[in-house]
């Protein structure tokens, strides 16, 4: 009697498809970061789940205190990166991200220790990446078990507010670490944080570089509080999200928006905006000049870094156009600042009776000559901006009277 010998065709299958998604990985450059401190009993069947996937794994011990090292040993064929001192999650992704692109990777995605991500996930966020290769795609949480905490919740709902502001982006879940990165396009961007805000500072700057924000829905497990593990300081860390979000609304409003509205323009979508908001809006034609006046008094005002935030909320409560006044309020585009803060202290020179002979055109912004005659400047600029004001308001209120004559 011949015995056949047994296959088990499942875990046959099973191996030939983890296989060929290594071989996929390995091809198309990817690898999967998993940053870790003091997750000890989360952090194996994390590494497993991810295993399943791909062996193209890169662990960051972000220097755990806990039986973390000991855990990881068992890895002979996995890259760890260990420190003793704790960094933070932001420096231990960027410490991910210099080693997966030694390793010759392009792509990374990132998956939280703490045992909240499916790695079952990691496919789809590929399949994703295929439909737009450069995009930086984030996996939105939907709860399918537990409770979300109550601080997450607000910090979430904060943080998602704040990153609309600076990008014009709306996103549902900007603190999930569950991520894939194009790290090859992200080398070149300056990050600085190093904690949980370099997850908020990564996104927004790969969005001003024209890296497209992208997400999918990925399911996450809560568990009991008492059972839940995290590192997140509610007071610290959310102290550091404000700071880093008004420096990047400063930054927003001040630069990259500006910069960015100078640069679509063209003449065509000049006439086009122009006819579109001005001449065919329904609003009267003292409402649009009463906007125009209110954008351009505030772009000169010398509140710098606050005017457009100002300009839009005063037109909020006069109710006024408020895409027109923070057009007119981007007068005080950057190439703009130095010319009119020469043009405020020669205005306030003029209004208190100062001699102006013989100030060179760079006295606008010359730091000493400001601080020496601040009080000349301020005087200039309110002047400056009440005759600007209606200057301009006179002259869109004669265009509009012509052209919409001719269009009626």
């Known amino acids: 009697m011949i015995i056949l010998p047994q296959f088990n065709f499942k875990k046959i ?5 983890i296989e060929q998604q290594a071989y ?5 450059k990817f690898c999967v970061i998993i940053p870790t401190y003091n997750n000890a009993s989360k952090i194996e069947a994390v590494v497993e789940g991810v295993l399943q ?3 193209n794994i890169i662990i960051v011990n972000d220097g755990s205190t806990d039986s973390t090292a000991s855990i990881l ?3 002979k064929n996995i890259t760890i990166v260990s420190y003793p001192k704790n960094r933070g999650k932001g420096f231990a992704l960027k410490t991910g991200f210099n080693k997966a692109l030694e390793a010759g990777f392009e792509y990374a995605i990132t998956i939280d220790s703490d045992g909240q991500h499916n790695a079952g996930e990691i496919p789809n966020f590929v399949a994703a990446h295929k439909q737009n290769k450069d995009a930086l795609i984030i996996g939105v949480r939907k709860t399918i078990e537990g409770n979300v905490p109550r601080k997450n919740s607000f910090a979430n709902r904060f943080s998602n507010f704040w990153f609309l502001v600076i990008t014009g982006i709306k996103l549902d879940d900007t603190q999930s670490g569950y991520r894939l990165y194009p790290i090859n396009k992200l080398q070149h961007i300056k990050l600085r944080t190093s904690r949980y805000e370099f997850e908020l500072e990564v996104m927004v700057k790969a ?4 890296i497209p924000i992208e997400s999918i829905p990925i399911p996450v497990i809560y568990p009991p509080g008492n059972k839940r593990i995290t590192h997140f300081r509610p007071f610290i860390d959310f102290f550091r999200i404000g700071l880093l979000n008004s420096w990047l609304v400063f930054f927003s409003l001040t630069f990259y928006r500006p910069f960015a509205f100078i640069k679509k323009l063209n003449g065509k979508n000049i006439g086009e905006f122009f006819n579109k908001n001005i001449i065919q809006t329904k609003d009267s034609n003292s409402k649009i000049v009463l906007s125009i006046m209110l954008g351009v008094f505030m772009g000169i005002l010398p509140i710098w870094g606050y005017q457009l935030i100002t300009a839009i909320a005063l037109a909020y409560l006069f109710k006024l156009n408020k895409l027109i006044v923070g057009v007119a309020a981007n007068i005080s585009i950057t190439p703009m600042i130095p010319v009119i803060i020469y043009l405020s202290y020669v205005t306030g020179g003029i209004a208190m009776g100062n001699n102006i002979t013989g100030i060179p055109i760079n006295s606008g912004y010359n730091t000493d000559l400001l601080t020496s005659n601040t009080e000349q400047y301020l005087i200039g600029s309110i002047v400056l901006a009440t005759f600007a004001a209606i200057f301009f308001g006179l002259f869109f209120y004669v265009l509009l009277l012509i052209i919409r004559k001719r269009k009626s």
């Open 13 to 17: 299958f099973f191996i030939i498809l």
């Open 24 to 28: 996929s990985f390995k091809k198309e």
């Open 207 to 210: 969005s001003w570089k024209n």
């Open 53 to 55: 996937q791909t062996r």
């Open 73 to 75: 040993e068992q890895y």
